[in-house]
């Protein structure tokens, strides 16, 4: 008999993402997709991958708990938690030790401090504008008509420093239409615009001694996290697959309701 | 997981005596109003009430109004026209929204009351002690309507409040007799005032009985449920209405106290409200949060209506006192000792700030209070982004998962 496993799907605004554990807290299967119109298809679409991935049926899961915008939408959710909860929780396993987790989502920022233990102190998500989030990304991405995938190697070519001052994402488009007309380069905007993330996120909360990143931006941007370093004047901690801590997070939650 | 499970409010047995002292209110007030029978003076919600009801007028008060267009969700839907008007979006929204059900020639009263349009004014009074969007307000009305606006301009960001700040706000509140007697009010009469001064202070008296059982645990009653039920303190306080149905209620809490019986069965969480209420919501949230297990016990806002200062033997004096001491006047330092000293009485453990995007001067997260709060007390806090009115402004889904989330952080906290 296969020995038991436990799974997270995380249902971002973005994208949905399912993990799957064995008993020893092994990531054993994983999948995205876009979220998409249809949240439980998404899910059982994601679940199928990830057990693909694992060489698992259905009938090994023990428990299942869903998280993200779309955490009531998963038909064989046993239980929920937030994303807040579950991106702390993946995000402590990596790193067990007292953290101010970072998770830039497709929708969302939230910054939670957690204690040596591993609880949470207080958290913090951006406010209703998409300011400094993964949509800001997506958008600006649209408006220079260049790949979303293409704009961390572009940004890393930069050679002059460009500031977007605003705080909406409106204003800044608005912004960098202007910098175009000013015959600015792509690479210095897109290196711009990273920065302009980065200003949001670090006016949400004063950052802890020990910072970890999570999130799809930050598995697809890694400079973005180079500069946030930079910013910072220390390390900053990016567990493997960030995209996926909170769906990690998620089946850690499902496994402590026991085997 | 903090359990969530959709729960409804238990009713009160004495729903529907309020429904009539508010009923009463409304009516006599149409009457006037088609009448001409009395006069009606308009009164911002911390106005000079006891000296208008002293002086024979109906009062009406365009906040509650207000708060009444926000509860029924039809403020989304005429704020738009005062916007359209130069009333900005991100100016005070119970503004916007009067104004534009004004335009629209709506108003909740009329599902309520089968109550036609909002009452004539003969006057308008403000008090600026709460922002000087309520003179603002009234000074659309007094030109649309052509009638007087007089009112009291208070200090703000007080600390300490001297004894000469309280003479010259009692000296604005008496010199607005003249005024209120040219726009029709009876002759000022001492003995009639000093009654009203006394009635207001019964009222408050009860009121913050009724808002202290909350101290029981568990509660017997939630914020939410005091939102509805500080409707006669605000509109019927100096009258002998407010009084009485503030004894049926205490009688009540004090039985559900007695019996056992608790707002939120099982109750887990105890939780403070600070800011304004997020009015088209209050169902909402008071379903969200007692799936969740918590209470919320106590809140700034309830708590204004509070004026055990008043004194019907130095009236202008105990009013100007009353009305300059509430805790929207007051600087940092105050407040923040305020709900600190709401803490020792209440127990609560968590805090939830609501920045209402067109309430600043109710909005107390905005300048490091969570967190001092918490340095001081370990009272963790949370802060939702919405408003009292606009539903523009806010974000159910964003709130929904705040909430959850702070539920589920105060249970890692109790493990």
């Known amino acids: 008999m296969a020995s038991p496993i436990f799974t997270g799907v995380d249902i971002g605004a973005s994208r949905t993402k399912v993990t799957i554990l064995d008993p020893q807290k092994n990531l054993i299967g994983r999948a995205e997709k876009k979220s998409g119109t249809d949240f439980s298809d998404t899910a059982v679409s994601c679940l199928e991958s990830a057990l693909k991935m ?21 038909t064989f959710s046993d239980r929920t938690k937030t994303e807040i909860g579950c991106h702390a929780k993946g995000c402590y396993f990596h790193f067990p030790k007292a953290i101010t987790v970072i998770d830039i989502g497709g929708q969302d920022n939230k910054v939670i401090k957690l204690d040596e233990k591993g609880n949470r102190i207080s958290f913090k998500m951006n406010r209703k504008c998409a300011a400094g989030t993964g949509a800001f990304l997506e958008e600006m991405s649209m ?5 979303l995938e293409d704009m961390d190697s572009l940004a890393r070519k930069a050679t002059e420093q460009v500031e977007l001052g605003s705080y909406c994402t409106v204003f800044s488009a608005t912004e960098v239409l202007e910098k175009i007309r000013q015959g600015k380069k792509v690479p210095d905007i897109v290196k711009g615009l990273y920065l302009s993330v980065i200003k949001r996120l670090l006016e949400m909360d004063a950052l802890g001694d020990t910072v970890v990143m ?32 909170g769906a990690f997070g998620a089946a850690l939650f499902a496994m402590e309701g026991g085997i | 997981m903090a359990d969530q499970k959709t729960i409804k409010r238990k009713t009160f047995e004495c729903s529907g005596k309020l429904k009539q002292v508010m009923a009463d209110h409304f009516l006599e007030l149409d009457r006037a109003s088609q009448s001409g029978d009395s006069k009606i003076a308009w009164c911002s919600s911390v106005g000079p009430a006891e000296l208008l009801r002293g002086m024979g007028f109906l009062v009406y008060y365009p906040e509650n109004h207000g708060a009444m267009l926000g509860a029924s969700r039809m403020a989304a839907d005429v704020i738009p026209y005062a916007n359209a008007e130069g009333y900005s979006p991100d100016i005070c929204s119970y503004l916007t929204s009067d104004i534009g059900a004004f335009l629209q020639e709506k108003t909740p ?8 349009a909002v009452p004539r004014p003969d006057v308008l009074v403000f008090n600026t002690n709460q922002c000087r969007d309520v003179k603002d307000w009234f000074a659309w009305y007094s030109r649309h309507f052509n009638v007087p606006l007089v009112g009291v301009h208070t200090y703000r960001e007080i600390g300490e409040i001297g004894y000469d700040q309280i003479k010259e706000i009692a000296k604005q509140i008496e010199d607005l007799i003249p005024d209120l007697e040219a726009a029709g009010g009876a002759k000022f009469d001492m003995d009639r005032f000093k009654e009203a001064v006394g009635l207001s202070k019964k009222t408050s008296q009860l009121w913050r009985a009724c808002l202290e059982t909350a101290s029981a645990v568990p509660s017997p009653w939630t914020f939410f449920d005091a939102t509805i039920h500080m409707a006669p303190a605000v509109v019927a306080r100096g009258t002998q209405a407010g009084v009485d149905y503030y004894e049926i209620l205490l009688k009540e809490l004090k039985g559900r106290i007695k019996g056992g019986i608790a707002a939120i069965e099982g109750e887990k969480h105890r939780l403070y409200w600070e800011g304004m209420p997020i009015w088209g919501k209050l169902r909402a949230l008071s379903e969200q949060l007692s799936g969740l297990k918590a209470c919320v016990v106590a809140s700034t806002y309830c708590n204004t209506w509070i004026y055990e200062q008043l004194d019907s033997a130095k009236p202008f004096e105990s009013m100007a006192q009353a009305y300059t001491e509430l805790f929207i006047v007051r600087d940092e330092a105050y407040k923040e000792q305020y709900i600190q000293e709401c803490h020792d009485l209440y127990q609560f453990d968590g805090i939830i700030f609501h920045d209402a995007k067109t309430c600043p001067n109710n909005s107390n997260n905005r300048y490091g209070m969570p967190e001092r709060l918490r340095g001081n007390t370990g009272v963790p806090a949370l802060i939702i982004n919405g408003d009292l009115n606009d539903l523009r402004c806010y974000s159910e889904e964003q709130t929904k998962t705040n909430i959850e989330a702070f539920i589920e952080q105060l249970e890692e906290g109790m493990v």
């Open chain 2, 109 to 116: 009263l009329t599902k309520a009351y089968n109550i036609s």
């Open chain 1, 54 to 74: 694992a060489n698992r049926s259905r009938t090994d899961i023990v428990k299942t708990v869903s998280t993200g915008y779309g955490r009531n939408n998963v």
């Open chain 1, 143 to 147: 408006r220079l008509d260049i790949p």
């Open chain 1, 214 to 245: 999570s999130g799809g931006v930050v598995a697809y941007n890694p400079y973005l996290v180079k500069m946030v370093e930079e910013r910072i004047g220390r390390e900053v901690l990016v567990p493997d697959f960030p995209q996926y801590s």
